[in-house]
Every structure is written in C-alpha cells, then in structure tokens.
Antibody
Framework: QITLEESGPALVKPTQTLALTCTFSGFSLSSNRVGVGWIRQPPGKALEWLALIYWNDDKRYTPSLKNRLTLTKDTSKNQVVLTMTNMDPGDTATYYC????????????WGQGTLVTVSS | DCLMTQSPLSLPVTLGQPASISCRSSQSLVYSDGNTYLSWFHQRPGQSPRRLIYKVSNRDSGVPDRFGGGGSGTDFTLKISRVEAEDVGVYYCMQTTHWPHTFGQGTKLEIK
C-alpha cells in the first residue's frame, strides 16, 4: 500500500532555509504519471497548495512562493525534498506531502504531516 | 489563480439529516481533455485530509454512498444524504484544472 512520511525540523528561525523530506513507499516516482506534492496548513486555517513534482521531473510551484521553493527528487531513495528559503513566522504550518496520479487522481494519499514553527 | 469559494463556512446539522456544501470557482474547471478536475476532501480534527470525491462525482474507495458530488463548469456541490457523527470536521473543495491548484476556504460541519 502507499504511504508517505514527512520529516524535517520542527523549529526554524526567521530567515533560515527549511528542508523537508517526503519518504514514500508503495510506488515509484519513476513510474509514468506519478507525482508527489506538498500542501501546508497554518494552525486553524485552510489548506494551501504549494508545489508538485512529476515522474518526468516536471515541477510546478504556487506563484506566490515560487521564488522561495525548490523541489528535488531522489528516485533511488524514494524521497522528495522541498526547500523553502527565507522562512518567516507566517510560514508556521503543518506541511503535508501527497501522492497524485497525474490529473486522474490528485492527492489520493497524504502523509500525516509535520508541524514547522518559525520563531526566533 | 482560480479562486474557490465555499459556502456555508459553518454547517450545523442534526444527526440523520442531509447536508449540502457549495463550491464555486472563478473560472470554468472544464479542462481541454473534457474532464472537470474538482475534488472534495474531509479533514477530521487532528488528522490529515482524506479525499472523498474526484472528478466531480467519483467516490473514492471506502467512502460511504451517503456522500455524493455533482455540478459542472463553475458550480459544484457535495451532498451528504444522512449525516452521521463521524462526518464532523472540515470539508474542502479543490481544483486541479488550472495552475496553481487551489483549495476552497473549508466548511466546518458540526452536529447540532
């Protein structure tokens, strides 16, 4: 079965760079039409779509954060890394990674999420 | 960006009664391939969201048939025929037709 797990620091300081890793099993990111994405949710607020990387290394980012986000994949390790530069307290949120099967089946599996707090 | 607007934002419902959530998009969600990429998610307190419906009306495996999705173009609805206690939480619509993908603000369903 498909599982995803997010990992990374729980606390980062303002201006620092955040690196979150999504480690997954049950599928390969080299398989046709597969994608891994990131969603975040500030405490008590709505979901926000951030970014998505496809099997063919096509990458999409939300325009409002595009200059701060980078996605990389390591197919051999079954991992996707999201980096976000210049962290701000407004970036405090639970960050989720998700599996998608191209357009046909978006966000069909989610990780449990990891809470990142930005504070000095 | 394609703005997704849900209503109501708060939905108190009596057990056993129906419930309906509206989701409107600022642009048509019909893609060039003819499909409409509108999904619905449910998030219980303290849990990750779970997808219920994809491509407007397709129920995910394990989703009770009291959940139904419908609509077209820019107007969509999630209906629960008879609300049960486990249905509490926040419901989100999401479009994946346009980049960036976008969510609605969420509708919080509670039991009266």
């Amino acid at each position: 079965q498909i599982t995803l797990e997010e990992s990374g620091p729980a606390l980062v300081k303002p201006t620092q760079t955040l690196a979150l890793t999504c480690t997954f099993s049950g599928f390969s990111l080299s398989s046709n039409r597969v994608g891994v994405g990131w969603i975040r949710q500030p405490p008590g607020k709505a979901l926000e779509w951030l970014a998505l990387i496809y099997w063919n290394d096509d990458k999409r980012y939300t325009p409002s954060l595009k200059n701060r986000l980078t996605l990389t994949k390591d197919t051999s390790k079954n991992q996707v890394v999201l980096t976000m530069t210049n962290m701000d307290p407004g970036d405090t949120a639970t960050y989720y990674c998700t599996h998608s099967y191209f357009d046909d089946s978006p966000l069909d599996y989610w990780g449990q999420g990891t809470l990142v707090t930005v504070s000095s | 960006d394609c703005l997704m607007t849900q209503s109501p934002l708060s939905l108190p419902v009596t057990l056993g009664q129906p419930a309906s959530i509206s989701c409107r998009s600022s642009q048509s969600l019909v893609y060039s391939d003819g499909n409409t990429y509108l999904s619905w998610f449910h998030q219980r307190p303290g849990q990750s969201p779970r997808r219920l419906i994809y491509k407007v009306s397709n129920r995910d495996s394990g989703v009770p048939d009291r959940f139904g999705g419908g609509g077209s173009g820019t107007d969509f609805t999630l209906k629960i025929s008879r609300v049960e206690a486990e249905d509490v939480g926040v419901y989100y619509c999401m479009q994946t037709t346009h980049w960036p993908h976008t969510f609605g603000q969420g509708t919080k369903l509670e039991i009266k």
